[in-house]
């Protein structure tokens, strides 16, 4: 089976997956409760699209495509209140969040579906660990070429999204001292990581796709756990390192940065991505899983050490023209909000660790945070 | 001299060597015929029992019955802590089916037991047991197999309702049946409302002492499980000796406590340990207490109703299933769930002794619904929530 065709379509438009928790309200473990609440919210017209993942505590929710913030987070908006209702009636309590704080991964359930029961028996436990929750952001692209150029272009503000997400510093019962100790599962994975350096389309489904398809190893653009990918059949390029944060307004934000920054890159500013970029690739990454907005990023082009915090000021601030014509400035806004003052969702969730005295509390005010929307009321 | 000497010894050691051996039992038929341990409690139980020519004397009275009724108490608060009443207020067609197959389960089994000529006092008495799922079968054998999900969901919360409606009508047929036979009208009403709202308000005093204690204490997370233990053994001991209900007041601390938000980590479920041990106490106290031999004259009625209340209680979850948001299937199996009983009929029955009320006695072949629903209860559950695919440590067949 050949790579599907790249499906070219508007450049800039974007769309956004979020993995969401699904815990029961008594000791908030995690309760396999998917399919039920696949089962209440298929009765009704649901605001977007709803899936099954591989294990029962997890839901898998997706916008429309969309070109503007404000859609986006209205529309994100609309899915989280009918998830509520929804979860309400069945005695379920929704989340987000990368990690759930205590859960033991020997204790999930696969879903009853062949693709989860086959990836189970190939991953092993590998498969139940990655019971950790992510937002995935498309940004649709106008050419194949073009998702390829984005893809590396991107390469230096991957720890933005990373840090801005990070929502899972616990794992398995205790303080990872990571702010995103959900990457560390994914790259047990043999093929996460990054994409090879490859601008045409035509090179890589031949060249490269071809060649790895040949060994056994992958079908599809499916198999590949990049950390950014091209997912031809949209016509996207899926940024896949984020978090699924505590509020559907962060994850909206999220996505409207990457919207601007997109718009940025593709307006040629930047130099051309290069291969020795990806030398301090896979250290920049883990500055900012450890240490959140306060890792230390060394600068691909001129090996400067500069905070990562610093790095992302600045670069909302050369996005700024972008996010006006895109009408998204009120999502930089949300994230200045979170550099400047609140911080990401994995200090929200130590600060609850410490005040609840228990993960328990901690995850009880994830659930309540997802509801209201806001750390703060305006 | 010797034989003499060998009985002295095993009357010392009965109770210790009872709950070894169905220890030992439970868990062989766990391991070889994924038989739920409380069954096999339960068998064990009744098999070594005086009244089966076993070495275990009626325990009724003695201390174990103190260590049975705080078992029963741990499994009655922890049922009470999974409660959450906002569900049942947010989806109300889930309190209704609770009433519904409540109330036909009554009125079922009332018909049934006149049909086969009861009398009206103990058929009325006999369908207000039989309104109740057992809530320890219910909550061990989930907690047994891991399941989470809606049927185990909906079969906790509700055998919650049916146990207290069960309670309710039994004190108030109690009452009726007092108001009947004594002429102390005063006493009777005392005895039916006065326990129940008494035992309620004992039981919520404690929720809201015991976390506001456990703040105090601090470090919540490592001294939530011993604390509740410790108050719901002063309970226990305090309710029965004031004769109260015990079962209600327990029932009552535990949805306090959980809606005073003092939040009980996953390992203590059970209340581990301590809990294990004492559910075998419990399942072999109950089948201990049972008296096989005049239940064979009964058996047609026993089997009947057996049949019966499990038929009204499915049907009537059924039937609100879809409008509660879940499947018909979920729905039945919710109510097969619900099939245990028993535990719950003894130590009912036990606070009335003492007003000279033998309703054991004029309930014929109570005792033989007990023991199998007794056994085969927890055996129904168990398929129901496997057959749910809810479970973690068994699979579907």
Not at chain 1, 57 to 66: K, P
Not at chain 1, 211 to 216: L, Q
Not at chain 2, 340 to 369: F, K, N
């Amino acid at each position: 089976m050949a790579l599907t065709a790249f499906k070219a379509g508007e450049a800039l438009t974007m769309g956004v997956e979020l993995e969401l928790q699904l815990v029961n309200w008594t000791d908030f473990d995690l309760s396999g409760s998917a399919s039920d609440i696949l089962h209440l919210l298929q009765a009704k017209k649901f605001p977007g699209e709803v899936k099954l993942e591989i294990t029962e505590s997890m839901i898998e929710v997706a916008t429309d495509v969309h070109r503007h913030h404000e859609q986006l987070l209205e529309q994100l908006r609309r899915i989280r209140d009918q998830l509520v209702v929804a979860s309400d009636r069945l005695n379920v309590a929704v989340c987000g969040g990368g990690t759930h704080p205590f859960q033991r991964w020997s204790e999930r359930r696969i879903s009853a579906k062949p693709r989860f029961l086959q990836l189970s028996s190939l991953y092993g436990y590998l498969a139940k660990q990655f019971t950790v929750f992510g937002q995935h952001v498309h940004i649709g692209c106008a050419s194949a070429d073009q998702s390829l150029y984005l893809l590396h272009a991107l390469n230096r503000y991957l720890p933005h999204f990373i840090a801005l997400s990070a929502s899972s510093p616990f794992f398995q019962g205790v303080d990872t001292r990571f702010d995103s100790a959900r990457l560390n599962s994914v790259f047990a994975f043999p093929l996460s990581g990054r994409a090879p350096l490859i601008f045409d389309w035509h090179e890589f489904e031949h060249d490269y796709f071809a060649k790895m398809e040949k060994t056994g190893v992958v079908k599809n653009m499916k198999d590949f756990y990049w950390d950014i990918r091209p997912q031809p059949e949209y016509g996207t390029i899926e940024l896949r390192v984020c978090d699924t944060p505590l509020t559907v307004e962060r994850a909206a934000a999220l996505a409207a940065y990457l919207q601007a920054l997109c718009r940025m890159l593709l307006q040629g500013d930047e130099a051309a991505p290069i291969e020795d970029d990806y030398l301090v690739y896979n250290y920049n990454r883990f500055q900012a899983c450890r240490f959140g907005l306060d890792g230390v990023l060394v600068h691909p082009r001129n090996h400067q050490s500069l905070p990562l915090r610093d790095d992302i000021v600045a670069t909302l601030r050369r996005v700024a023209p972008h996010a006006r014509v895109l009408g998204s400035q009120a999502a930089l806004d949300e994230l200045q909000q979170a550099i400047s003052s609140e911080g990401n969702h994995a200090s929200f969730l130590r600060q609850q660790f410490d005040a609840a005295g228990s993960v328990q509390g901690m995850v009880a005010a994830a659930v309540t945070l997802f509801r209201k929307g806001r750390i703060r009321a305006r | 001299m010797i034989p003499e000497t060998l009985q002295t010894l095993l009357i010392a050691v009965a109770w210790p060597l009872a709950i070894a051996v169905a220890w030992t039992v439970g868990e062989l038929a766990y391991r070889l015929l994924s038989l739920p341990r409380i069954s096999s409690y339960g068998i064990a139980g009744f098999l070594m029992a005086a009244n089966q020519g076993g070495f275990l004397a009626d325990p009724s009275g003695g201390p174990v019955t103190l260590l049975a009724h705080f078992a029963f108490a741990l499994i009655l608060f922890e049922l009470g802590y999974r409660i959450n009443l906002r569900w049942l207020r947010v989806n109300p067609w889930l309190g209704a089916s609770g009433v519904l197959e409540a109330l036909s389960t009554f009125l079922a089994v009332f018909a049934l037991a006149r049909a086969f000529s009861i009398a009206p006092v103990p058929a009325l008495l006999l369908s207000a047991l039989a309104m109740s799922t057992s809530p320890a079968a219910v909550l061990r054998v989930a907690n047994e197999v891991g399941s989470s999900g809606q049927v185990t969901e909906r079969a906790l919360h509700l055998t919650a309702v049916n146990c207290v409606l069960s309670v309710l009508t039994f004190k108030a047929v109690v009452g009726y049946w007092l108001l009947a036979s004594i002429d102390s009208a005063f006493g009777a009403i005392w005895n039916s409302l006065g326990e129940f709202v008494v035992s309620v308000a004992i039981g919520g005093l404690f929720g809201v002492a015991v976390p506001a204690l456990l703040r105090q204490i601090g470090d919540v997370e490592r001294h939530a499980t011993a604390a509740f233990a410790v108050a719901t053994l002063l309970l226990t001991a305090l309710t029965h000796a004031l004769a109260f209900s015990p079962m209600l007041a327990a029932l009552a601390f535990g949805l306090v406590a959980r809606h005073r938000r003092v939040i009980l980590s996953k390992a203590q479920s059970n209340f581990g340990t301590l809990g294990d041990l004492l559910t075998v106490l419990l399942f072999v106290f109950v089948a201990a207490s049972l008296d096989w031999r005049p239940a064979p004259t009964a058996i047609g009625m026993v089997l009947a109703i057996v049949l019966v209340r499990l038929t009204v209680k499915t049907a009537a979850v059924t039937l609100f299933a879809r409008l509660s948001g879940t499947t018909w299937r979920k729905g039945a199996l919710t109510g097969l769930a619900m099939t245990p009983m028993s535990v719950l009929v003894i130590v009912l029955l036990e606070p009335t002794r003492h007003l000279h009320l033998y309703a054991l006695d004029q309930v014929t072949g109570l005792v033989a619904i007990a023991l199998l629903l007794e056994v085969f209860g927890p055996l129904v559950s168990q398929r129901a929530l496997i057959w749910a695919g809810e479970t973690r440590h068994l699979d579907a067949p």
